[in-house]
């Protein structure tokens, strides 16, 4: 009799895992596996498969909300879905401090972390991955504090190409993503925290900036990083 009870509860449990995972199936979930080896796992409907990081996993997740709570290292924020209106959900933050750059929306300077603060909005650019728990993690490249005058964010982009004419005496970015920016030709373009000179001309392929990008769709300034 115990053991009729035992295979029972068994078979209970093999269905169960088996109904969470068939639920999962088709929907892409990216989960990271190991930074040596620079994996990634991914639920598809073949199941749970790994692929080449580089390949695959995307280059930056960009979010924005509202601040929960504050830790040493680490913060919570509840993340907007703006396509899904009504949907939202917390993510937890970490701030690694060799290569997480907290910066002002207004200029793209540097800011200590106590410049976040509960219930304020910010805007994360992180990645390359989004751990499976709940609530998920991410570790930040670049958090934004502090909303500019225009009221609009800057983006955080890497050019796919060279600066391209745009037929109007401008010039087209295409940014990695798919992203397109209209620059005019005098768009004030300077170095993060570096005196040394660069013109538009500098931005090239994997060239990674900064962009303040006006109502009306045209660059108003760009911050350029190093190589």
């Avoid at 701030?95 to 910066?103: A, F, G, H, K, M």
């Avoid at 709940?134 to 983006?155: E, H, K, N, R, Y």
């Avoid at 925290?193 to 006006?214: A, E, H, Y």
């Amino acid at each position: 009799m115990k053991r009729k009870w035992i295979a029972a509860v068994g078979l209970i449990f093999v269905l169960v895992i088996g109904g969470a995972i068939g639920a999962m199936a088709g929907a892409t979930q990216i989960i990271r596996m190991d930074d040596t080896e620079k994996e990634f796992a991914q639920m598809g409907s073949g199941g749970l498969t790994k692929a080449s990081w580089e390949e695959e996993a995307p280059q930056t997740i960009k979010m924005w909300g509202p601040v929960l709570e504050l830790s040493e290292d680490s913060f919570s924020f509840t993340r907007q879905f703006p396509d899904q209106e009504g949907y939202t959900e917390e993510v937890i933050v970490h701030i690694d401090p060799e290569n997480t750059l907290i910066l002002d929306g207004e200029y793209g300077l540097p800011v200590g972390m106590d410049q976040l603060k509960k219930g304020e909005t910010v805007y994360i650019y992180a990645g390359p991955a989004m751990t499976l728990s709940l609530p998920p993690q991410v570790t930040a490249q670049i958090i934004f504090v502090g909303m500019p005058q225009s009221g609009i964010m800057p983006d955080y982009v890497t050019a796919e190409e060279p600066l391209t004419e745009d037929g109007q005496g401008g010039f087209l970015l295409k940014a990695v993503g798919g992203i397109e920016f209209n620059v005019p030709p005098d768009c004030p373009i300077t170095p993060y925290l570096t005196r040394q000179m660069v013109t538009l001309s500098d931005i090239s392929q994997g060239r990674r900036m900064l962009i303040w990008n006006q109502a009306d769709g045209k660059v108003e300034k760009i911050v350029l990083f190093n190589q």
